[in-house]
């Protein structure tokens, strides 16, 4: 499976300490330099700096080849790398929360997945309690309607 991430997923769940079930339902991550450049920024929390300094084995750094990246108008440097390189690899999964990076893949075909979707997956797992971790990124500033936190819950 291929599975390449960007930025707000991978600190969200280094936040709530759940970054390992990435591992265990994915077996490896790629990420584009330009995500774990914004992952290193000094504006990054300091555990997400500090976890993507020394990353784990089973996340691998890499960059879409320069002749297939193209401007991105409203996305930033991280989102257009994932996009990018999902596509080039035709990745099965992009964990992308951005509305507008989310658009634009589903626009270019790449299925994608949000940090609450991935909380879901491990929790239908065993590999954590979704209520708790949904609370936690919530305390954080993560940003949804209560209407979909309500749907998400309801799913389980």
Do not use: C
């Not at 990353?55 to 989102?79: C, F, H, I």
């Not at 589903?106 to 979707?117: A, E, K, N, S, W």
């Amino acid at each position: 499976m291929i599975v390449v991430a960007d930025t707000s997923p991978l600190n969200y769940l280094v936040l709530i300490g759940q970054i390992d079930v990435l591992q265990v339902l994915y077996d490896s991550i790629l990420i584009p330099h330009a995500v774990h450049d914004e992952m290193l920024s000094p504006k990054a929390p300091v555990n997400v700096r500090a976890w993507a300094e020394n990353p784990p084995a089973w996340l691998n750094v890499t960059s879409p080849t320069a002749s297939s990246l193209a401007p991105m108008p409203r996305l930033d440097r991280g989102e257009t790398e994932a996009i990018t390189l999902a596509g080039e690899l035709s990745a099965d999964w992009l964990p992308i929360d951005e509305a507008a990076g989310r658009d634009e893949a589903v626009r270019r075909g790449i299925p994608t997945i949000g940090t609450l979707g991935v909380l879901r997956e491990a929790h239908r797992s065993g590999l954590l309690d979704l209520r708790t971790s949904v609370d936690e990124i919530m305390r954080l500033g993560f940003r949804v309607s209560p209407t979909v936190i309500q749907r998400l819950l309801e799913s389980i």
